[in-house]
């Protein structure tokens, strides 16, 4: 199975800041990448699909871009409520598997 | 507004069985694929199971496949997960989600539930 990695593990960053999260795969995934936010006690929430499309209601300030084996979150200027844990996650390959997920923390 | 909302878990003896259900509402259920998705204790996510909009197509997580068995009713709306021979290491917050679509191609997770608590333990 395809391995994603995410980096950094934890990513200190201040209100108003950009913050940028990595996520790498194993082997090319195409545009096959999502993205999601989890805040603490709550279920993710699917941000982005196909590497760069935002999901419904999801605020410009997030963006994805990238392809094959490398691909990046942008949160343009972190807002109090970004605060939490990013997950990438390819779906090219059976089965669909996560990164282990990036903490985005005040600093 | 879709709504997922899931039920059965608690607290289960290693080798004994759990039904977990997952009562969709705010969308046309038989037109999507649905899955199941954990998250043990402090940990990331692993994806389960999932099930396509007729149940023709379905698949699993090496890690469940032949203890775990996934299905869906159209009828009511509902999802489940019959989970036996359960193991400690299956312990989690199993989410239900809806996918982007019908089949089981390109899998990715449009919506979640909240979640019901799984824990294996003597």
């Known amino acids: 199975e395809i391995v994603m990695t995410q980096s950094p593990a934890t990513l200190s960053v201040s209100p108003g800041e950009r913050a940028t999260l990595s996520c790498r795969a194993s082997q090319s995934v195409s545009s096959n990448l999502a993205w999601y936010q989890q805040k603490p006690g709550q279920a993710p929430r699917l941000l982005i699909y196909?590497?760069?499309t935002r999901a419904t209601g999801i605020p410009a300030r997030f963006s994805g871009s990238g392809s094959g084996t490398e691909f990046t979150l942008t949160i343009s200027s972190l807002q109090s409520e970004d605060f939490a844990v990013y997950y990438c996650q390819q779906y090219n390959n059976w089965p669909p598997t996560f990164g282990g997920g990036t903490k985005v923390e005040i600093k | 507004e879709v709504q997922l909302v899931e039920s059965g878990g608690g607290l289960v003896q290693p080798g004994r069985s759990l039904r977990l259900s997952c009562a969709a509402s705010g969308f046309t259920f038989d037109d999507y694929a649905m899955h199941w998705v954990r998250q043990a204790p402090g940990k990331g996510l692993e994806w389960v199971s999932g099930i396509s909009w007729n149940s023709g197509s379905i698949g699993y997580a090496d890690s469940v496949k032949g203890r775990f068995t996934i299905s869906r009713d159209n009828a009511k709306n509902s999802l489940y997960l019959q989970m036996n021979s359960l193991r400690a290491e299956d312990t989690a917050l199993y989410y239900c989600?809806?996918?982007?679509?019908?089949?089981?191609?390109?899998?990715?997770?449009?919506?979640w539930g909240q979640g019901t608590l799984v824990t294996v333990s003597s």
């Open positions: 989600a809806k996918d982007s679509q019908r089949g089981l191609r390109n899998i990715f997770f449009y919506y």
């Open positions: 196909g590497a760069s």
